[in-house]
Nanobody, 122 residues
Framework: QVRLVESGGGLVQAGGSLRLSCAAS????????IGWFRQAPGKEREGVSC????????NYADSVKGRFTISRDNAKNTVYLQMNSLKPEDTAVYYC???????????????WGQGTQVTVSS
């Protein structure tokens, strides 16, 4: 089993920044990738970004390219999502997930965190 705990969400004005953290525990060795997803009210959950276990492979949704950066600190078993130039449409619950392949597709992930709320005011 793998346990994931997200933190760092909050309320920020448009144009501001937040850094989300995803701390992993348990069978870390089984994780090959961590992904970030988000779900806005009334919308389906969508992939935002992902990173491989080595940190060498990353991917981003078009909507966040150039604004969000994913990184990892293997010593701390933590993955970060730095979010800059935030827009009101970034408002959502953000989830991190652990899986076998670096992808922004939900079905590639087996373990999910509880989510953290990000609200961007205009």
């Amino acid at each position: 089993q793998v346990r994931l705990v997200e933190s760092g969400g909050g309320l920020v004005q448009a144009g501001g920044s937040l850094r989300l953290s995803c701390a992993a525990s348990g069978r870390i060795s089984s994780i090959n990738a961590i992904g970030w997803f988000r779900q806005a009210p009334g919308k389906e959950r969508e992939g935002v970004s992902c990173i491989s276990s080595s940190g060498g492979g990353t991917n981003y949704a078009d909507s966040v390219k150039g604004r969000f950066t994913i990184s990892r600190d293997n010593a701390k078993n933590t993955v970060y999502l730095q979010m800059n130039s935030l827009k009101p449409e970034d408002t959502a619950v953000y989830y991190c997930a652990a899986g076998g392949l670096p992808s922004i597709l939900e079905y590639e992930y087996d373990y999910w965190g509880q989510g953290t709320q990000v609200t961007v005011s205009s």
